[in-house]
């Protein structure tokens, strides 16, 4: 596609926006009435997207991206003009519709753009989300969609972008609209779009191995990073712990995970869970058995940090909706594993798997990873881990496991207190039998002079 053609949609889009908003009411007054979302969208004032920016916190219309945006939008129209004029009417009157909605999901950026700026933003958003990663799969039996036909799944960068960033996202609200605008007769299914990318996203989580849960069908998501979030669910028994189950034990004044290499050090086993089949689903689903720690194994790169960063952040915005286990799993393994002995110790038992230069990378990537992020740690609603945490603190104060598990811990200490105490034995004997043969001398002289008198 020439870029004359993307220019000449590309004003009359704006143009076509223009004409729609002018014939709506230009105020919005309370046209969002009651309805409020569930779900803000903040900003995590964190590092931009790298590859293409969603949403308005980052919008740009000088954005190097925003041409391909152009062009996505165009692939996903009719060829013949008039029905492309007819199709582009649609979507646009359509987005007009939800556009209350979909700013009601952000805090405050949204309320400072125009309408056209925002209805706008939307469909060049919307479409390209739609035409990189679910109509590929959706137009399949078609030959594929006209931008490619497979889907970017395997773009990393743009799979970060994407799915990874709190704030770089725009409703599903907007992604359904458009998608039943553009493709309602193919697909009929109101999940259609979430079913694809609920596929998408458990491939490439498993792919990682992040996550194998099978998710059936998907309830309704906010935006794709919510979507993400929903396949780092507990799935472990034992792992929802309620006030009913609490052990009760007191941990003194200790407020947090003790360090592996202490754990190691006071007889507690460190084993790598496997992920999938009837074990773990998750990396979440840490298992305590008797005296051995079980923790599923965490591929530690570029991008882990940055998509736990933001799931925890999703949580501490919607807590009461979602929870926060995933926030109190990452202060589990960013204390656990805060130095490099640490690190080293785990990567040798499976638990931690990376590429990253020096097991100190990984120490401070995983330390600083909840920088300013406070849950009570002893509190079972906060805290799915709490019994773990306690039972360890337990075994790590226990003299009589300290002892029995010495000889796991330590074995060449064993070894040396074992050598240790032969070369006592044998000093001992030796003296016994030096001290028999001094009296038994003695005896023989008293006996040669008993015979010489």
Same mark, same amino acid.
């Given at each position: ?268 086993? #460190?084993? /790598? ?7 773990? !689903? @998750?990396?979440? +689903? $840490? ?5 051995? %720690? ?51 110790? #785990?990567? /040798? ?7 990253? !230069? @020096?097991?100190? +990378? $990984? ?5 600083? %990873? ?63 039998? @030096? ?19």
């Amino acid at each position: 596609m020439g870029s004359g053609n993307d220019d000449e949609t590309a004003i009359d889009i704006e143009s076509l926006v223009k004409e729609l908003l002018s014939m709506s009411c230009t105020q919005r007054g309370d046209e969002t009435g009651n309805k409020r979302s569930t779900c803000k969208i903040a900003r995590l004032n964190e590092q931009m997207p790298n590859m293409v920016c969603i949403g308005p916190y980052y919008n740009d219309p000088l954005h190097r991206m925003e041409s391909e945006k152009m062009a996505v939008l165009v692939g996903t129209l009719p060829v013949d003009k008039q029905h492309k004029a007819d199709m582009l009417t649609r979507l646009v009157n359509a987005i007009i519709a939800v556009e209350n909605e979909a700013r009601d999901h952000y805090a405050d950026r949204a309320n400072r753009m125009s309408r056209m700026d925002f209805v706008h933003m939307l469909i060049l958003d919307g479409c390209y989300i739609l035409g990189k990663f679910v109509l590929p799969d959706c137009c399949s039996s078609d030959g594929g969609s006209k931008n490619g036909g497979r889907s970017a799944m395997q773009d990393t960068d743009l799979v970060r972008d994407v799915f990874y960033l709190v704030d770089n996202q725009i409703p599903f609200c907007v992604l359904n609209t458009m998608h039943k605008v553009l493709h309602g007769k193919i697909i009929t299914s109101p999940t259609a779009v979430a079913d694809v990318l609920f596929g998408h996203v458990r491939e490439h989580l498993g792919k990682l191995g992040y996550s194998k849960l099978h998710v059936g069908n998907p309830s309704p998501c906010w935006h794709l990073l919510h979507l993400l979030h929903k396949h780092f669910q507990l799935t472990d028994n034992d792992a929802k712990v309620t006030a009913a189950n609490d052990v009760g034990i007191s941990c003194g004044t200790v407020y947090r995970w003790r360090q592996a290499t202490q754990y190691h050090a006071a007889g507690v086993r #460190l084993k /790598k869970r496997r992920l999938g089949g009837s074990t773990a !689903r @998750t990396i979440l +689903d $840490v298992k305590l058995e008797g005296l051995t %720690l079980r923790v599923p194994s965490l591929t530690v790169d570029n991008n882990t940090c940055r998509m736990l960063r933001n799931l925890m952040a999703l949580e501490q915005q919607n807590q009461s909706e979602i929870g926060n286990h995933v926030t109190a799993y990452c202060l589990f393994m960013s204390q656990i594993a805060c130095t490099a002995s640490d690190v080293e110790l #785990l990567v /040798k038992k499976g638990i931690i798997v990376h590429a990253l !230069r @020096t097991d100190s +990378d $990984v120490a401070e990537r995983l330390t600083a %990873l909840c920088s300013g992020v406070i849950i009570d740690l002893d509190e079972v609603t906060h805290n799915y881990l709490c019994k773990t945490r306690k039972n360890l603190e337990r075994i790590y104060k226990s003299r009589k496991v300290n002892c029995l598990t010495l000889p796991r811990r330590n074995p060449w200490l064993v070894v040396a207190l074992l050598a240790t105490i032969v070369v006592l034995v044998c000093q001992l004997l030796q003296a016994v039998y @030096t001290t028999k043969s001094y009296y038994q001398s003695l005896h023989g002289i008293d006996v040669m002079d008993k015979l010489a008198n």
